[in-house]
């Protein structure tokens, strides 16, 4: 009731329950002698874990000897129609052979395959949600889940708007970038003008002088796919150094999630750091449940996931969001906490957004 006096005084008749806008905030902390700090929700989020004792900027992930090497996670983006679910297509068959024998491979958003480099194998995670949604999506909500860019230029066609806000992406999220010059069984197929169109937005071949890797391919023969793979690798290698904490309690991202009729809430995440287990109460988000199973893409059941994981995991009691962060708790009854806590800070949110769009409207009557 003070507050709204004041806010009287100022000028502005507001209710108890009323949102208000930052400056607004301000202008009322000077009146009445308060200091206010406007915190963002991701910040309030943090505290709200700090309360669980769960720090997302721990120690565990500042020691060297903790962090080991990770595969890198890797997503294809291009031109419409210039190849990327085929290429994605090809890397998954031609290694599904290789993995297990049974089982129904599925889409899950995420897979792995083992590449042999230099007699070493080695695992590479592609995300198989091709396009900037992945991205966007993802970095909207602070995750950066890729490491390296595959970027798919069909040989026939060039370099085409949406190979340039590609680009634009990648760089922005400084996200070392591969080319892949694709369908170079075509008849009109041209990869050195492609690799000349690229040099323009600073993408220079190793063979001009530049460094990055291009690899001409065809997606749909299956050629120098394997060497796309080995460049993929070599970059990761050469630019970044991908390590993480196997030893902690895991956290990663939530790429996709959906309801199942017979298995409940499904959602395939990729774990970033620590280990996931089955069995592990886990929090996405605003829902929380316990690890009941976890399938690879072939649907083969696994015990374990260790960082760069994609996994399904079952037993979430309700279905979480795209881009939604998942961690382990350490018991069922803090990761439930957790939840019901971010579902009444999104629940109050939404109120208020209401209210605000209710306000305008009664102004624009008046
Ligand atoms: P959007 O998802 O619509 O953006 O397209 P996309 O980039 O995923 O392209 P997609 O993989 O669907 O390929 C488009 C068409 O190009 C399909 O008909 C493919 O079969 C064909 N295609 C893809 N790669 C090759 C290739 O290496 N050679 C030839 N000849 N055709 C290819
Ligand atoms: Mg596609």
Sequence with gaps: AALVTVMFHLGEMATATQSLDESTFQILGEEIGWNIQIVSA???DKELLQQFDI???GEELQEDEDLKPRPPVVTVMGHVDHGKTRLLDTIRKTNVIE?????ITQRIGAYQVTVTLEGERRKITFLDTPGHEAFTAMRARGAELTDVAILVVAADDGVMPQTVEAINHAQAAKVPIVVAVNK????GANPDKVRGQLT?????PEEYGGNTMFVDISAKQNINVDKLLEAVLLTADADLDLRANPNMDARGATIEARLDKGRGAVATVLVQQGTLHVGDAIVAGTSYGRVRAMLDENGKH?????PSTPVQVLGLTSVPTAGDLFLVAPDDRTARQIAEKRQATERAAQLAKRRKIVSLESLKEQ
């Design 184 to 187: 170079i069984d075509k008849p």
């Design 302 to 306: 696994m015990e374990e996931a260790a």
């Design 99 to 103: 993995g297990e024998a049974g089982g």
């Design 55 to 57: 720090d997302l900027d």
């Design 200 to 204: 323009e937005f600073g993408l220079v």
């Design 42 to 44: 991701e910040e309030e």
